[in-house]
């Protein structure tokens, strides 16, 4: 039989761990996370990263692997997945892997071009130049430095600034210079399964997910890594708002709002970004079964 990595994949709030995890039983294999936060073992609750419980049923890797402070990236990943599947691939035919982080799900199933790893003295340096000089004025230098790159780049997103700003000032060229955007041959095939909703059903998940997790304890953990806030791996949505909270700029019932406001907007981002792919095949999180004659019928 082939080898085949099946990927399930959709937006935030769809019910990607409850179907994969019945996936994962019934062809008796475990699931590869592919969430670039629920790697960090600080924040369970922030990223609803599946449970003690999921997790006694069904072995995940990639899950509370890391910490806050750790460097990682879609590269990492990448190599880190392809180490793990040849060796799933010794004992079974399928692996699985699920989640919505569309850089880490790309990066395995394309490859990703080979950038060079930043070294610790640059990355510091810049951390404080972003602390020091501000969002903006490092977004001038980029347009400065590589303006193909500038063009495009998410200019309200730090780490992507940060991110190129270190790659130019390391190597001495521009970050463009680094991406070819060539996709790599795989040595197993790739089945690909969309999950998705009515968005006004979407929305309302996303809407009584997040008060879940407030009641679930989410303040509490916020407030314990309210210390390192300004590290890129907690510049994403709910912490930043729950971080304005504790500082006094908004009510924790406005944070609420705000948080899933920006929920929903991250969740229509990624049906954005997934729904270019033409080798996804879309269902309902609760059609099971279909998704399992899906993948028995093809692998």
């Not at 495009?152 to 600034?161: A, G």
């Not at 309210?226 to 907690?234: F, I, M, Q, T, V």
Request: net charge neutral; aromatic share 10%.
């Amino acid at each position: 039989m082939t080898k085949t990595l099946v990927v399930i994949l959709g937006p935030t709030g769809v019910g990607k761990t409850d179907t994969c995890i019945r996936v994962a039983k019934q062809f008796n294999v475990p699931i590869i996370n592919a969430d670039s936060r629920q790697i960090f073992q600080e924040i369970p609750i922030g990223t609803a990263a599946p449970t003690q419980v999921q997790q006694q049923e069904i072995r995940h890797y990639f899950v509370g692997n890391h910490h806050l402070d750790d460097y990682y990236s879609a590269s990492m990943y990448e190599q880190d997945v392809l180490s793990l599947l040849e060796k799933l691939f010794t004992s079974q035919d399928i692996a699985l892997m699920s989640g919505g982080s569309m850089m880490y799900i790309d990066a395995v199933c394309n490859g990703i071009d080979d950038i060079p790893t930043v070294d610790e003295q640059t990355r510091q340096w810049m951390k404080q130049r972003l602390h020091d000089e501000g969002l903006a004025a490092l977004v001038e230098e980029l347009r400065q430095l590589d303006p193909i790159h500038y063009d495009f780049v998410d200019k309200n997103n730090p780490r992507r600034v940060v991110h190129a700003l270190e790659i130019c000032h390391m190597t001495g060229k521009t970050y463009t210079s680094f991406r070819t955007n060539k996709i790599k041959e795989r040595p197993f095939q790739i089945i690909k399964i969309g999950l998705n909703l009515p968005r006004k059903e979407l929305y309302q998940r996303i809407n009584q997910r997040v008060l879940n997790m407030i009641q679930e304890g989410w303040v509490e953990e916020a407030l314990k890594v309210y210390p390192k806030r300004e590290l890129n791996s907690l510049h994403t949505v709910g912490y930043r708002e729950l971080f304005d909270y504790l500082d006094g700029l908004y009510t924790l019932d406005e944070a609420i709002e705000k948080i899933q406001s920006n929920t929903r907007r991250y969740m229509r981002k990624q049906l954005t970004w997934f729904k270019r792919d033409q080798k996804i095949r879309w269902f309902s999180p609760n059609n099971i079964e279909e998704i399992i004659n899906y993948i028995s019928k093809s692998i």
